[in-house]
């Protein structure tokens, strides 16, 4: 099976090695706008995106909030954006104030989406993007400014691929799907 979006799935990987190049603003908002489509919980869109661009607030983010123990550590710095995923609390998986879901507050299953379009679409335009949640994410979320009653839930250093690697091994699918019952 082929097509754009099963090529996309199949050939993205995590990058952690950028090239000194800037993403211009056309191709950041178009991949911002991949997250403005993603689903979540009652269209709540509950995410807020901050871009970090700033050299001094990259710098900050790696050596304040990123253990060196992290392999995307040195990424935080390198990249040229640096995306901060956060979640405005209280919102998805609620209804009228109250949580409707045994899990809680759903915004993380919902900033699992929105990361993944944005990994996407940040491939299908020749980037290249590592998912992190490995931080201080308390600290981070200082370093930005998050305003309370927010999570800050991932950072995503995202730029021009120097070095993309090969595919990891993947679990055939009758190694997870059960049929019918577990």
């Known amino acids: 099976m082929s097509n754009e979006v099963f090529d996309a799935i199949y050939q993205r990987r995590t990058v952690r ?4 190049k800037p993403v211009s603003d056309d191709v950041l908002n178009s ?3 991949a997250v403005r489509w993603a ?3 009652a269209n709540t869109q509950c995410w807020e995106v ?4 700033d050299p001094e607030l990259k710098a900050r983010l790696q050596q304040e909030a990123v253990p060196k123990s992290n392999p995307a550590h040195k990424a935080v710095g390198s990249a040229p954006v640096v995306l901060a995923l956060c979640a405005r609390l209280n919102e998805a998986g609620y209804y009228k104030g109250q949580v409707t879901t045994k899990f809680g507050d759903w915004f993380m299953f919902d900033l699992g989406i929105a990361a993944q379009n944005l990994s996407l679409a940040a491939h ?8 992190m949640g490995l ?3 308390d600290k981070a979320a200082e370093v930005l400014k998050v305003p309370q009653n927010h999570e800050l839930v991932s ?7 120097s070095k993309v690697p090969s595919a990891p091994k993947r679990k055939s699918v009758e190694e997870f799907c059960r049929q019918n019952t577990f």
């Open 124 to 131: 299908s335009l020749g980037l290249g993007s590592v998912i």
């Open 17 to 20: 090695n950028f090239e000194d």
């Open 50 to 53: 901050v871009a970090v661009t």
């Open 31 to 33: 991949v911002l706008e």
């Open 155 to 161: 950072l995503i250093p995202m730029g021009y691929p």
């Open 39 to 41: 689903p979540s919980w």
């Open 135 to 137: 931080f201080d994410q």
